[in-house]
């Protein structure tokens, strides 16, 4: 009994602290656990950062391409590095933390397909002149990460003025995503079905 709890605290405490690197590594170098032919099949597709499609991790829901993504600095980030995607794409990955202690490494989209959730919230903000509301997967509602706006704006925007306008951005949590060309070299073919 008392090692059956021993080990179920030691396996939650190896999830805190290696699925964040996990994760990072399989949304960022994919092929790197790709079987060969998986990683043959990128190569001859010519994949490409751009054309890339992020997926929710927890429900696979389409959120954002490659082209997407866009560097917004921040002075308030704990640390911030360059990591490169499949094609060469440097992408510039921040790590903030909460009022909490809870730490999220992110990257900043111009767009993607989430769910805010008004009214932004001006305290706190991680990128200063700008207040945040929460971000969700449209389908499951997993938190992804946040929504920013300009913080002279109206604590409450449509969905389109947010869209539209080339003031906003969104931070979404990098272990909460997934690359769609590594997510589909997950799945298995039956021998009875290739040829």
């Not at 090692?3 to 949304?27: A, C, E, H, N």
């Not at 790590?95 to 990257?107: A, K």
């Amino acid at each position: 009994m008392v090692y059956k709890r021993g080990l179920r605290l030691l396996i939650k405490q190896l999830d805190v602290l290696i699925m964040p690197y996990i994760s990072f590594v399989l949304l960022f170098y994919p092929t790197a656990y790709q079987p060969g032919e998986a990683c043959a099949a990128v190569a001859k597709e010519g994949g490409t950062s751009s054309a890339a499609i992020l997926l929710c991790r927890a429900c696979g829901h389409e959120l954002a391409v490659g082209a997407d993504i866009h560097f917004v600095p921040s002075r308030l980030a704990l640390s911030s590095r360059n990591d490169t995607f499949i094609g060469g794409r440097t992408v510039n990955i921040q790590l903030f933390e909460n009022p909490h202690g809870n730490q999220f490494e992110v990257i900043t989209f111009r767009k993607a397909e989430v769910t805010q959730h008004w009214p932004a919230d001006k305290h706190f903000t991680w990128f200063p002149g700008f207040s945040w509301t929460v971000a969700t997967c449209p389908r499951c509602k997993t938190h992804l990460g946040w929504a920013f706006q300009p913080t002279d704006w109206p604590d409450t925007v449509t969905k389109t003025i947010f869209e539209e306008s080339e003031h906003t951005f969104l931070a979404l949590i990098t272990h909460r995503l997934l690359r769609e060309d590594f997510a589909s070299s997950l799945l298995m073919t039956p021998k009875s079905f290739t040829s």
